[in-house]
């Protein structure tokens, strides 16, 4: 009996949500905005209170484009190939480089280090080549 009473107390908070944020919630919207006409608006989602373990998320559009280029290529099994062709690499390298890219990691020290060590192997082939 104890266990069902302190149940109840955890899910229940009659004094912090009201009827309207109950369904603004249940709507899909912001239930702490206080704006009752902007239905979609991102203005009051910048008004809520911010959580433990959450961030404003602005992206720019390049951004977005780069996530969306990685998601069709990751999606797309004959794009993930003709890219892996392309730039001669493996197709488990390009799916790597695209996982890291829809993820929003910069990619461009790997890229450095990498022409670092090209570039390195060119002089070795140069010498061997005489």
Partial sequence: MASSSTQKSQYHHPRNWTPEMRDRQARGKNPYSKAEGSEDSDVSDADAP???GTRQVVESHSERERKG?????????EALMA??????????GQRLRFMRQLCGFDDKRDEAASSGRSSKSRRVSDRGGR
């Fill in 50 to 52: 911010m959580r433990l």
């Fill in 69 to 77: 280029e990685a998601m069709y290529v990751l999606d797309n099994p």
């Fill in 83 to 92: 890219h892996a062709q392309a730039s001669g690499d493996s197709i488990t």
